[in-house]
């Protein structure tokens, strides 16, 4: 299963965290979402396999701990979404499927 | 994506909030994934955006390379020229209409091998513009041959054994041809970059920059990592870009990978200033002359 790049018409915003949208539905530690809007990562699926961590050229991502999450215990948090420069790296390199950027989304915080 | 909207919306704007989103064209950039030019454009927008310009008044003329088709992901004039020649382009443009922010980019390939006469010459009039050169030392678009800033010993297709001649130094091109702003930037460093395309941006007079632009398909040597590891900041370094002397020694220096302004002459005279050339000589009519389609027919 990849992220779902229409979240934002079929999700609704459950939270805010370190300054991105979180979309739900959250069921801690169990289900937790998709963080981020114009860089987003869908933390169901993520795997923290890292290399978007590792090649994406401007640091938008870092790990946060999501202990109890059945994929894995830490998870690519876009916190620095602003930053992104629409590369596609990220996209590219992501094992799962789990994120999705959209340029047309950017601004939307 | 949404462009056609935000693009509509960008309209009804007043100039004073651009933003530097409304420099993105609708038209999604073929670049790999990764290629340094997508941030090399990000900060030409955002420098843009800060300077209080608008697609409106902004003209884009690029070279050919993948460098050069940032004309068509950017939102404003443009125009794609031909292999190192974008320039001329520039320039005239510029004389014939000095409202316009003039913004011209393309490829070490385009710049220093093919367009090598146009850059010191346009250098050297220092008419009132930007030149932005997306430096991954190597032709990216034709499949990795070696470009002029290519090392010496880069194997690729066209050099088996490597160039087997040193990289031309652009900035010490720049400097010997009289050059009143000279820079480097890195595309991976946002802020930076950004910066300092904004200071060419609003340098009077020609303002270069060479942006390290890695290619992340064609060169395993001049790398993301290779640059993080070994740029030296010249806003760390305690450098001062209108001391000549100290600019020189530090251009001259081909073992520093530098980023910052190297020099900049604070006296520049842009060229139109110096020879009165202030008015808009590009008469835009209403409408299209009514032989307009007889005048593109010419052409085919
Ligand atoms: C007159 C002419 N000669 C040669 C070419 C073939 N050509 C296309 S792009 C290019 C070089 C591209 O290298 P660079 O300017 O560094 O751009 P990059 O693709 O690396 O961004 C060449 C030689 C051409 N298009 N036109
Ligand atoms: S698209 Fe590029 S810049 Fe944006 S988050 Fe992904 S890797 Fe980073
Ligand atoms: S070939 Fe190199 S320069 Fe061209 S788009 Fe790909 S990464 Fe960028
Ligand atoms: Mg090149």
């Not at chain 2, 989103?21 to 955002?46: A, I, L, R």
């Not at chain 2, 310009?53 to 902004?58: F, K």
Request: proline residues 6%.
């Amino acid at each position: 299963m990849a992220i779902d790049p229409n979240f934002e018409a079929n999700r609704d915003v459950a939270e805010q965290h370190e300054g991105h949208r979180v979309w739900g539905p959250v069921d801690e530690p169990e289900q937790l979402g998709i963080h981020g809007t114009h860089v987003a990562v869908d933390f169901d699926i993520c795997i923290a396999d890292g290399a978007c961590l590792e090649d994406c050229p401007v640091d938008v991502f870092e790990w946060t701990d999501t202990p109890g999450h059945p994929e894995s215990d830490i998870k690519a948090d876009p916190i620095n979404e602003t930053q992104c420069i629409d590369c596609m790296l990220c996209v590219d390199v992501c094992p799962v499927d789990a994120i999705d950027v959209d340029p047309g989304r950017a601004g939307r915080l | 994506m949404n462009a056609g909207v935000r693009s509509e919306a960008a309209s009804k704007k007043m100039s004073t909030d651009i933003r530097f989103t409304d420099f993105k064209s609708d038209k999604q950039p073929t670049w790999c994934p990764g290629c340094g030019d997508f941030g090399t454009m990000n900060g030409m927008m955002k420098a843009l955006a800060n300077t209080g310009n608008d697609p409106d008044n902004t003209f884009v003329v690029a070279g050919i390379g993948c460098s050069g088709k940032i004309g068509t992901y950017m939102h404003s004039y443009a125009l794609h020229g031909i292999h190192g020649r974008a320039l001329p382009v520039g320039i005239g443009a510029k004389l014939a209409n000095p409202n316009l922010e003039v913004m011209v980019a393309g490829g070490d390939g385009d710049g220093y091998s093919i367009g090598a006469g146009h850059f010191i010459h346009a250098v050297r009039r220092n008419v009132d513009m930007t030149y932005i050169v997306m430096d991954n030392r190597i032709y990216g678009l034709t499949k990795g041959q070696a470009s002029p800033t290519s090392r010496e010993d880069f194997e690729t297709s066209t050099t088996p054994e490597g160039p087997k001649q040193p990289p031309v130094n652009p900035l010490a091109l720049a400097l010997a041809a009289g050059g009143t702003f000279i820079a480097q930037s890195f595309s991976s460093d946002s802020q930076r970059h950004t910066e300092i395309v904004q200071k060419a941006v609003e340098h009077d007079g020609f303002g270069f920059v060479n942006v390290y632009s890695p290619c992340v398909t064609f060169n395993d040597v001049d790398t993301y990592d290779y640059f993080r590891d070994t740029i030296v900041d010249l806003a760390e370094a305690d450098h001062d870009p209108t001391a000549y002397d100290d600019a020189a020694d530090a251009i001259m220096d081909g073992d520093k990978e530098y980023q910052g302004v190297l020099y900049q002459d604070e006296h520049s005279v842009a060229y139109e200033e110096r020879e009165g050339l202030s008015e808009n000589m590009a008469v835009i009519p209403d409408r299209a002359p009514d032989n307009a389609t007889d005048l593109v027919r010419e052409f085919y």
